[in-house]
DNA sequence: GCATGATCATGC
DNA sequence: GCATGATCATGC
């Protein structure tokens, strides 16, 4: 096993310790007992892993796991995720600490056990399935940092001020998760008839014994804006621009076929007559399998598939649809399709091989070049003329070197209304497919 | 063969 | 529920 070191009295340390973990099991980082090995699905995980991982016993009493950790220490926490349409979501609540409900009620916010133990985590999220051990589980997301002092405090301390405030008026047994928003009191124990009722203050009733927790939908929103924030889909340094590492990632699939592709990033076509499939893949390869490319997104980069069929395009390029009784009020420059035609455009570039099967051919960054964005004016001002005359006569392919008018909708019922007080099919504009496969075969 | 009109599944 | 990212289907 790897030498792997780090300091218990330092946040930074053991933080940069867990990463460690991220994408990997902890079989595959620790020599495990074989007794734990053969045993399938036994043991928490949370255990094991500060036991076998951090090779650390966390004290058995109301501290944080690593009371030296920091200021007022660090409590470790391992929570389970699945993936629900591609997306990470808790599997269930994250249980804090037990409610003392005898010693809740001498207490104040400050001075609470529940921010004592719990006011700074390392939470860690390893792919819950019911099939795999625990210690083959693989931490799929970076450890997220939590101090509840700087994060949604004041909702979590009027949740914990409802919860014991009911426990002082002798109503533990009444407590509710349904009480709370973010912070709630959930039952924690064995259950059943067997389960002792706790003793709770100002009231002979006994109460079950519960828990703080995290709600599933607080963890949920912890979690995506971790994953916004913390998950950098295309890693830059010093020597390497964006366009480059975007391109970098389509590397790896230059030459495949689609279906190749499909294969190697998980997403394979099964209905023939979805259109958007190769955008849909092009998503994912640039983003490592997911959908979103928050990187693209936050500089406005177009991502174009394309299909060339000996060496020619095969269709023109669609934008949104307008709407008729909008485009006759607007200038160009205020325009969707001039915002449109002024972005950088990433181009991904398919053509048929000897099966007829398309591949990837190449790809590649493109901006409009001036005088071709006045030409798209030309096209532009035409039409939000002629909208105004006669909304079903619009600027055709065969009118312009770079762009035409076309119906973008459902079907011939999908319509909208015109100035005439008809309504006519949505249409939009669209980059001629002879002019776009021109700047496809210069990338 | 190409321009034009029509349409589709998918993801948010 | 509908916009989106596209392709399909025709008619000249």
């Known amino acids: 096993m790897k030498e792997m070191f780090y300091d218990k009295t330092s946040v930074?340390?053991?933080?940069?310790?867990?990463?460690?973990?991220?994408?990997?099991?902890?079989?595959?980082?620790?020599?495990?007992p074989?007794?734990?090995?053969?045993?399938?699905?036994?043991?928490?995980?949370?255990?094991?892993?500060?036991?076998?991982?951090?090779?650390?016993?966390?004290?058995?009493?109301?501290?944080?796991?690593?009371?030296?950790?920091?200021?007022?220490?660090l409590e470790l926490k391992t929570t389970g995720v699945k993936k629900v349409n591609d997306e990470f979501r808790a599997k269930e609540r994250?249980?804090?600490?037990?409610?003392?409900?005898?010693?809740?009620?001498?207490?104040?916010?400050?001075?609470?056990?529940?921010?004592?133990?719990?006011?700074?985590?390392?939470?860690?999220f390893y792919l819950y399935s019911k099939e795999i051990p625990v210690h083959q589980r693989k931490f799929v997301i970076e450890p997220l940092l939590y101090n509840l002092l700087e994060t949604d405090e004041k909702i979590i301390r009027k949740d914990w001020e409802f919860i014991r405030n009911k426990i002082e008026q002798g109503k533990a047994h009444e407590l509710s998760e349904g009480d709370t928003l973010y912070l709630g009191a959930c039952r924690k124990g064995s259950g059943g008839e067997k389960e002792k009722l706790r003793e709770q203050p100002n009231s002979t009733v006994g109460a079950k014994s519960r828990a703080f927790s995290f709600k599933p939908e607080y963890l949920n929103s912890l979690l995506s804006s971790h994953l916004s924030d913390l998950e950098p889909t295309i890693i830059l340094s010093d020597d390497i621009t964006f366009e480059q590492a975007t391109l970098n990632k389509f590397k790896l699939y230059l030459g495949k076929t689609i279906y190749q592709i499909g294969q190697e990033v998980g997403y394979e076509k099964v209905n023939p007559k979805q259109k958007s499939y190769e955008a849909e893949l092009a998503k994912r390869i640039i983003s490592n399998g997911k959908t979103k490319v928050p990187e693209l997104d936050k500089a406005g980069i177009i991502i174009k598939t394309v299909r060339l069929k000996k060496g020619k395009l095969r269709e023109s390029v669609s934008f949104p649809y307008f709407k008729y009784l909008e485009i006759i009020n607007e200038d160009w420059e205020d325009s969707v399709f001039f915002e449109k035609i002024e972005r950088k455009f990433l181009w991904v570039v398919l053509d048929t091989n000897e099966n007829q099967e398309y591949y990837l051919k190449k790809v590649g960054y493109w901006n409009m070049p001036y005088k071709d964005r006045v030409e798209a004016e030309k096209v532009w001002m035409e039409t939000k003329r002629k909208v105004a005359i006669d909304a079903r006569n619009l600027p055709k392919e065969s009118e312009s070197r770079v762009a035409h008018v076309r119906p973008h909708a459902a079907n011939k019922h999908d319509t909208i209304p015109t100035p005439q007080g008809t309504n006519e099919v949505k249409k939009c504009f669209w980059l001629n497919k002879g002019y776009i496969e021109s700047v496809v075969n210069s990338l």
Not at 45 to 52: K, N, Q
Not at 99 to 124: P, Q, T, V
């Open 12 to 32: 930074d340390s053991i933080i940069s310790h867990a990463k460690k973990l991220t994408g990997k099991t902890l079989e595959e980082l620790t020599d495990l």
């Open 34 to 73: 074989p007794n734990i090995i053969n045993v399938n699905n036994r043991g928490d995980l949370g255990t094991l892993i500060e036991l076998y991982f951090f090779k650390h016993k966390p004290p058995n009493n109301h501290n944080p796991d690593f009371p030296e950790a920091g200021k007022s220490g």
């Open 94 to 124: 994250l249980v804090l600490t037990m409610i003392d409900y005898n010693n809740i009620i001498k207490e104040n916010w400050r001075d609470s056990n529940l921010l004592r133990k719990c006011g700074l985590m390392l939470i860690l």
